[in-house]
């Protein structure tokens, strides 16, 4: 069972994305900031990283430069309520995407595929 | 009197080199040394460096331009035999200097590079000292310009060996030193290497040699000598496309298990704000007229390479007139399949085989223009991303045409 971490600071969608998440047979764990992230991503182990970027004390454009450069193949799946980031080059260090939505259908496709990529 | 190299400063050892290949670049040449010269002092001023010329033997004075540059870092300048041309040849020539010299990082800028400043030395250096192989440009472009990039060098190295490289053809990177010796040793040389298919060669050598790799984002986007695409077109293009089969050939056992793609690390922020690149012309009715003409050039080897379906959609195309004239996608996707294919059966002879997928090219790429009219620069790079997406997408396709099904 592959095993997702989601970082958000809104409790909302931590709850949500556990809830939907677990019922798609994945194992969710979630962190409410970005504090010690990649400590946490070394003792967790988690197979994929669904990231927040605007959240109130972290920019998740900087988590996921942290993230890239320790774990260079550890998928990310920027999440984001505006596409105004994609402005900022740093976003194209993510593997994917996705405007933050009730309906996940698009961000567990994206986790499906993240999931898959393989390089030998 | 030929001289194969000159060493006035007799460097035997350098733990990093700047290197500029070059031809003909007496009138260009000394603003990217004086910068790389900046930017090793700026940068690197505590490890052991070398600015390295390699040449065509020019006979404009490029080696007494660059020799005669002052600068603080130490020069040396190798050249191929004379007669000898080849931007490939060149890189060869500087792959022996870099494992004699045994140096751990290396960093090409072009010789007519008018955009470049010392930080573009530390972004494509700095990586190679913290466990990274090779670093590729990241700048930004015009939406119209590196349409070999966009259209095919890009979508197909990502798409074959799952690594989203923006830049695979660059021609302003950095890699390690232990890549220098591989390129040495690597049975893949030829004729189209040896020239403009060095870059996408080397590319893709670093990509399936699995050597981490990481993109630097440059702020200034590349400004160089404007070239003129319909001159230059024929060569290059079946010389990079040419290579990108090739490679495809050798290593099929790679990219056959690769899925999807990944992305890479981002380095080189803190250059200010990103400057605009220079507008880019497009001619639509050359395009337009070119790709027509192609059905009357090169229709006997569409016919005997192509799938039926894919000659009858390109027939449906070539029926459209310049405002209503789109080219899919998936068209072009399927006829880049089929192409490979034919390449690697030898289904026609070599370069006819390539100067027929010309016309073609030319036909996606003003269905691209006339789509990227309207677009920011944002905008059209997001088009191209779902283009790759597409290309990814429709890997098992290729699969099952490589494997004869």
Known sequence: MAKILVVDDEEHIRLLYSEELTEAGYEVITAADGYELTERIEKEKPDIVILDIKMIDYNGLDLLQDIRNKFYNLPVILCTAYDTFKEDIKSIAADFYVIKSFDLTELKKKIAMALEANIP | ?405
């Not at chain 2, 027939?315 to 209503?324: L, T, Y």
């Open chain 2, 1 to 405: 009197m030929f001289e194969h190299e000159a060493n006035p400063d007799n460097i035997k050892k350098a733990t990093f080199v700047v290197a500029i290949p070059s031809y003909n670049e007496a009138d260009s040449i000394a603003f990217p040394v004086q910068q790389a010269d900046q930017g090793i002092q700026l940068f690197f001023g505590d490890i052991d460096s070398v600015i390295i010329n390699c040449d065509n033997n020019s006979d404009d004075g490029t080696k007494e331009i660059f020799l005669g540059i002052k600068t603080n870092t130490p020069k040396i300048y190798i050249s191929t035999e004379p007669g000898v041309k080849g931007k490939g040849r060149n890189f060869r020539n500087l792959f022996k200097k870099i494992v004699e010299l045994e140096a751990e990082g290396v960093v090409v800028v072009d010789a007519d590079l008018k955009s470049i400043t010392p930080k573009w030395i530390k972004h494509l250096g700095e990586p190679l000292f913290q466990d990274f192989g090779y670093v590729a440009p990241l700048y930004v472009r015009h939406k119209y310009d590196g349409t070999i990039t966009n259209s095919i060098a890009y979508p197909l190295t990502r798409s074959l060996y799952g690594r989203r490289v923006r830049q695979p053809i660059g021609g302003d990177f950095g890699f390690c030193g232990k890549l220098a010796k591989i390129y040495l040793e690597s049975d893949t040389w030829s004729e189209a290497i040896a020239n403009f298919g060095i870059d996408i060669w080397m590319t893709t050598l670093a990509m399936n040699e699995n050597i981490p790799i990481c993109q630097a984002f440059m702020g200034r986007p590349k400004i160089h000598r404007a070239k003129d695409p319909g001159a230059d077109l024929g060569p290059m293009f079946r010389q990079v496309v040419g290579t990108i089969f090739n490679m495809m050939i050798k290593f099929y056992p790679f990219w056959s298990n690769v899925k999807w793609s990944k992305p890479t690390s981002i380095f080189g922020f803190g250059l200010g704000e990103t400057e605009m690149p220079p507008p880019v012309k497009v001619n639509k009715e050359t395009l337009f007229t070119k790709f027509q003409n192609g059905f009357n050039t090169c229709s006997h080897i569409w016919e005997k390479i192509l799938q039926k379906e894919t000659v009858n959609k390109l027939q449906e195309v070539r029926k459209m007139n310049k405002d209503q004239f789109d080219f899919p996608t998936n068209l072009w996707i399927n006829v880049l399949i089929d192409f490979t294919v034919a390449y690697r059966d030898k289904l026609w002879v070599e370069d006819e085989l390539l100067d027929s997928l010309i016309p073609i090219y030319l036909g996606k790429t003003l269905s691209y223009v006339k789509k990227a009219e309207r677009m920011s620069i944002r905008d059209s790079e997001e088009f191209i991303e779902e283009e790759c997406l597409q290309f990814e997408a429709t890997k098992k396709l290729l699969m099952k045409h490589w494997d004869g099904e």
